[in-house]
């Protein structure tokens, strides 16, 4: 009786390697649908939403649908506390930018919350 042994399977290596946001989206569309692809869409232009000013201050943290059918959506950002009193000046720039990038409307409100930084108790 021979063992019966597996054939060795042939590893693709790539010569770059491959950008995150990319295996995420080819990960997630089939499951997101197209509220996943349009969350993939604005990470990936995130910087140029929010601009070279903001883009250390303000970071994405989701696209929040109120049931999974729906057209319209409340993005949610972190911001940092020195920019909080500006978010609602900042709100309507934010919200135009992200649904040009869409290309359609899909941002119907913006919820800005605290950016949550570690805190260490140091003796």
Request: glycine share 4%; no cysteine.
């Amino acid at each position: 009786m021979s063992a019966i042994k597996p054939s060795p399977t042939k590893r693709k290596f790539r010569l770059f390697p491959r950008d995150l946001r990319d295996i995420v989206h080819q990960i997630s569309a089939p499951i997101l649908g197209k509220q996943g692809a349009a969350f993939a869409t604005l990470m990936k232009h995130w910087p140029d939403i929010v601009g070279a000013n903001y883009h250390a201050s303000i970071f994405l943290r989701e696209l929040r649908y109120a049931h999974r059918e729906a057209t319209l959506a409340t993005l949610v950002v972190d911001v940092a506390p020195h920019l909080q009193p500006e978010i609602p000046y900042l709100s309507p720039t934010l919200m135009d930018r992200s649904n040009q990038v869409l290309g359609h409307r899909v941002v119907e409100k913006i919820l800005a919350l605290p950016l949550q930084t570690s805190k260490t108790n140091h003796p």
